[in-house]
């Protein structure tokens, strides 16, 4: 069965950076769309970042010019680069194959004010 495994979450203070990764197995990743999606506490899951099998990218408004979406098809591993943080990127983040064919379990970020 498809696994998507998320890992990299934690608490962060304001302005600080994390990294998330994704690792797939049991799917062709290299022809999978990615991406990250994140739900924060009492609000609807959304689209943060994605990424299409051709390497086009597309950002969340309010992600845009701090995080950064890319893959490596031989690790079968998409990265989330998360900078300049602030408290209301506290959410879990889910990454997703497909446009949400697959998802992973989720990965807690905590940023503290």
């Known amino acids: 069965q498809v696994q998507l495994v998320e890992s990299g979450g934690g608490l962060v203070q304001a302005g600080g950076s994390l990294r998330l990764s994704c690792t797939a197995s049991?799917?062709?990743?290299?022809?999978?769309?990615m991406e990250w999606y994140r739900q924060a506490p009492g609000k609807q899951r959304e689209l943060a970042a994605g990424?299409?099998?051709?390497?086009?990218?597309e950002y969340a408004d309010s992600v845009k010019g701090r995080f950064t979406i890319s893959r490596d098809n031989a690790k079968n591993t998409v990265f989330l680069q998360m900078t300049s943080l602030k408290p209301e990127d506290t959410a879990v983040y889910y990454c997703?194959?497909?446009?949400?064919?697959?998802w992973g379990k989720g990965t807690l970020v905590t940023v503290s004010s």
């Open positions: 997703a194959a497909g446009r949400g064919i697959y």
């Open positions: 049991r799917i062709v990743f290299k022809n999978y769309a």
């Open positions: 990424i299409t099998s051709g390497y086009n990218t």
